[in-house]
């Protein structure tokens, strides 16, 4: 087992190429597979969750393993299902935990032929891939927008095209949205025809060249570590992030505006990737309430700094956390009191923090295969002098370069 140990910098000045977004990597990565190949899009993540779908999209075996990649599963079991051919659908031991029978049960309303091959609701699948009629058809929509998202881009294809209402409260929102953008982007005709539900006329996609603009999830551990540092003077310049963005996770610069994180961006073009400025300001805040329903994959980055900074917290909007990676709400619990705080939990839905400390026990944080768990934790090291972490290669599930990048910026990691 690999372990780090991470130590902060004196001062911190750093500028960082962040990588490219995962989330928009992927759903591009389908559609432009939809629409006949051609040209790939450019800047594609260099991640392990972007890396398996262009393998699997390009050779398409008869097995398809896309180890720990979430978004691979739930994308490529609709993308499967709508392309002639047989394959199985595997993952890690992990992936074959989380659950996949809301998606299933609505690819087979639409036609599809699926079958469980393990336990039943969940990976790994048979798929026969056919074309697919398509039609009106309800889903959940608090379970997963990957989901939601799956079914959307494969929605062009069908010989109905897709009328998809959403029962219930809606979660993550901004990425279903980011769905529809990138869809449109490839020639869909796809929309909100109510507040609860997306019509998409079926079409065909039509291949262009297409570039992927950076990753704003990522850019949250460097707002983390400049509301973090003790250098009043530090300063971070992140490259490739766009104003304009429709990436829901782009929300990080609003919500550090509340800890004293000041964002400045070199361009004022709100559509073009620029260079975004980083400066610490005083943070006065008593205590921080958000919802993190629309953007949760934050909530963990959050989390760690209000504690760091011990600003108190009620967050709500987090039960989807519970079928990432790994139980996040868990797993937060868990590690934090190890640094010495106790988080209390509400209904699987809403983490607070009142301020409450407990003795820290010394052990090394686990990251449990989940690569925000390690990207959260590390900058704690400003506060505590030092951190360590098991299992950091885990990072490359979306930033595969943060450690190198921690060094850049002046953090020690010694294994």
Known sequence: MTTYTITP???????????ASKSISNRALIIHALSGGGILPRNLSDCDDTEVMIRALHDMPAEIDIKAAGTAMRFMAAYLSCTP????????????????????????????????????????????????????????????SQYISALLMIGPTLQKGLELRMTGEIV????????????????????WSDIDTITVKPSAYKSRPYLIENDWSASSYWYEMMALTADDNAEIALEGLMDGSRQGDSVVKYIFSLLGVKTQFASTDCCKPTTVRLKRHRCMLPKLEYDFVNSPDLAQTLVTTCCGMGIPFHFTGLASLKIKETDRIVALKTELRKLGFVLTDVNGDTLTWDGRRCE???????????????????????????????????????????WDDLKRAGFGITD
């Open 172 to 191: 993550s929102r901004p990425y279903i949205d980011l769905t529809l953008c990138t869809m449109r982007d490839f020639g869909a005709v796809a929309d």
């Open 360 to 402: 820290p026990t010394g052990e090394a944080v686990e990251t449990y295969e989940d690569h925000r768990m390690a990207m959260a934790l590390a900058p704690m090291a400003m506060k505590l002098g030092s951190i360590r972490i098991n299992h950091p290669e885990v990072v490359s599930k979306s930033y595969p370069r943060f």
């Open 85 to 144: 051919g047989t394959h199985v659908l595997t993952g890690t031991n992990r992936m074959k935990q989380r659950p996949i029978r809301t998606l299933v049960n609505a690819l087979r309303y639409l036609g599809g032929d699926i079958r469980y091959l393990e336990e039943e609701g969940f990976p790994p699948l048979q798929i026969n891939g056919k074309t697919l009629e398509g039609g009106r058809l309800e889903i959940p929509g608090n379970v997963s």
């Open 9 to 19: 910098p004196a001062s911190l000045r750093a500028n960082i190429q962040l990588p």
